[in-house]
């Protein structure tokens, strides 16, 4: 299994950013799938889910109305699209999967995890 994400990058505060996470070597569609972040010094954070089909997202309040998760079972592509960016959204972005009906805010119940993009985000 491989979660391969892409998109990050140097960007003003304010801007726009969106990230994908390419999977390969799972049934994709069974997958719920989430995005953490990680700043240096701070623990890894969620910052949105999405169940299996897409029909229903997670944000939490931290990001919500700025951030939103989709997905394209076709392409086994889950993006991360953030907007208004600010410099405290700079950090390490993971997806992750989990072969669950549930999406969870809880990293431990994930499965598997991407490497990893680095966002940072300019004052």
């Known amino acids: 299994v491989q979660l391969q994400a892409s998109g990050g990058g140097l960007v003003q505060a304010g801007g726009p950013l969106r990230l994908s996470c390419a999977a390969s070597?799972?049934?994709?569609?069974?997958?719920?799938m989430g995005w953490f972040r990680q700043a240096p010094g701070k623990e890894r954070e969620f910052v949105a889910g999405?169940?299996?089909?897409?029909?229903?997202?997670f944000i939490p309040e931290t990001v919500k109305g700025r951030f939103t998760i989709s997905r394209d079972n076709a392409k086994n592509t889950v993006y991360l699209q953030m907007n208004s960016l600010k410099p405290e959204d700079t950090a390490v972005y993971y997806c992750?999967?989990?072969?669950?009906?549930?999406?969870?805010?809880?990293?431990?119940?994930?499965?598997?995890w991407g490497q990893g993009t680095q966002v940072t985000v300019s004052s």
């Open positions: 992750a999967a989990d072969l669950s009906s549930v999406v969870y805010r809880d990293q431990t119940l994930y499965d598997y």
């Open positions: 999405i169940s299996r089909s897409g029909v229903n997202t």
């Open positions: 070597g799972l049934t994709f569609s069974r997958y719920v």
